[in-house]
């Protein structure tokens, strides 16, 4: 009699279970929960993300309060000894890129923590009360860098945990989850569009310490729903099931060869964000300059511009997904790789629709119109929602079983240097006209696709389905 081994029996009755589960969106419940808890989580993210480089840069960078600002003169140093003496606003980009650089590598540790000795629900609520912890000290100034220390932390444990047990609720060959991690992504564009109105507000208008207050309250009531919706969730590997895995070699020839592809890919992946990651960084910052924020008398606080693009985000995501629904009703649908290529030579075009407005202004032009938002983050929002949910879904899909929380976070790491990357790149604002800096992003992001289309013509089979029966 042939013996089914427990962690084939716990996958194929979760498989099963999923198959079955339609009740949200014809997706598994637990798909509604993770999607609800991600949306505060990111309300919480996105509303400190907002204020983040104006606060540096407007206020707690400026000569007269820097020296508050515990352990800032040794981090300065560390900088400054790489790249040189810093403004106050290259200072900031630089700090915010590191932020929102390692916010990516703590992820690829949250994981390694989640597989091998919590398990992914005390992680996930670890890392909840991580980040709760550090918006609330983000409202003392001396504290910025412990602040910053809980919330990176904090990300670590929670982002790449959730997302993989989003992947959990399917089974390898179940169709429906890259748009499950669509849904997923639509979830962090309502937060995106919220978070900068009620903390960007509360932040410019009222305090700063209020702004990064809110995004606390944020991240429990988001801890609360993760707790309140745990019985729909996948349920954590049995004991017996992780001793097998760890007695019997978890991946053969092919999973290491897809494990070092996946890896491989991350260089294009990074420079496929930076058109987009510099609407939080860069753009702010030129748009306070360069554009007339006036509109029917009406001051527009400049963190709104970001609930713009989450706005349009949120339009073209959902466009994305019935796009594609309605493709595969008609022709074969493309692979990841492929969609994410595409993706990138349409967020090309977004920094380079900001050629006409710069190069206005260099030739004495007034103010540009806020309607130039719109436009950049139309073009980039509709490549955009091909690339980061559906690079989730790739990795999800390829990773070799249990080592999915790890893949995921190594996909973050492209984050991870991009933004770093970003933080750099947004110090040239200073050095070159807006035409060549915007310029250079739209290359950036079409040598992404170019890659990534590469990619996909010389190891697509690598990546594809693994269709050898079981």
């Known amino acids: 009699m042939t013996t089914v081994p427990l962690s084939a029996a716990v996958d194929a009755t979760s498989d099963l279970r999923a198959r079955h589960d339609k009740s949200f969106l014809g997706h598994p419940a637990g798909l509604g929960w993770l999607a609800f808890c991600e949306l505060w989580e990111r309300f919480s993210y996105y509303g400190m993300q907002a204020l983040l480089v104006l606060y540096l840069s407007n206020y707690l960078f ?6 508050v600002v515990a352990g800032m003169d040794p981090l300065r140093a560390m900088i400054e000894s790489v790249t040189g003496s810093r403004s106050t606003q290259q200072l ?14 703590t992820p690829i540790f949250g994981g390694l923590l989640a597989d091998r000795v919590l398990g992914r629900t005390r992680t996930v609520v670890i890392g909840a009360l991580l ?4 918006h609330f000290l983000m409202a003392i100034e001396a504290a910025l860098l412990p602040a910053l220390g809980c919330l990176l932390l904090g990300v670590g444990c929670f982002k ?16 429906r989850r890259a748009s499950a991690f669509q849904i997923f992504m639509l979830a962090v564009q309502v937060a995106v569009i919220a978070a900068p109105i009620v903390c960007g507000t509360l932040g410019e208008r009222v305090g700063w310490h209020w702004g990064f207050g809110a995004a606390g309250v944020g991240m429990l009531i988001g801890l609360f729903v993760y707790l309140a919706g745990r019985r729909f969730l996948p349920p954590e590997p049995q004991r017996a099931a992780k001793i097998e895995a760890v007695a019997k070699p978890p991946i053969g020839r092919r999973g290491v060869m897809q494990v070092v592809l996946l890896v491989a890919i991350l260089p294009l992946l990074m420079l496929s964000i930076v058109g987009n990651q510099q609407f939080n960084n860069a753009y702010p910052l030129w748009s306070q300059q360069y554009m007339d924020m006036v509109v029917g008398g009406f001051t527009v606080p400049v963190t709104w511009l970001q609930s713009v693009d989450a706005t349009v985000s949120f339009l073209t995501m959902l466009g994305s ?3 594609w629904k309605w493709w595969s009703t008609r022709r074969r649908e493309p692979d990841e790789v492929a969609k994410m290529a595409l993706g990138c030579f349409v967020a090309a075009g977004a920094p380079a629709l900001l050629l006409i407005p710069a190069m206005s202004l260099e030739a004495g032009g007034a103010k540009i119109s806020i309607l130039w938002t719109f436009a950049y983050t139309l073009v980039n929002d509709i490549g955009f929602a091909n690339i980061l949910p559906v690079g989730l879904a790739l990795y999800s899909r390829a990773s070799p079983r249990g080592l999915q929380g790890v893949m995921i976070g190594i996909y973050y790491l492209h984050l991870f240097f991009g933004n770093l990357f970003v933080g750099w790149l947004a110090g040239l604002l200073e050095v070159l006209p807006g035409s060549q800096f915007w310029l250079l992003h739209a290359a950036l992001v079409a040598a992404a696709g170019a890659g990534l289309l590469l990619v996909k013509l010389m190891f697509g089979r690598l990546l594809a389905e693994d269709e050898t029966p079981a």
């Open 321 to 323: 997904i019935a796009f």
């Open 62 to 67: 400026m000569p007269e309060h820097i020296g």
């Open 160 to 175: 790449g945990n959730i997302a993989a047990q989003v992947g959990d609720l399917y089974g390898p060959d179940d169709k």
């Open 131 to 134: 980040m709760a912890a550090g």
């Open 92 to 105: 900031a980009s630089v700090v915010f890129g590191l932020y929102t650089g390692f916010v990516y590598l």
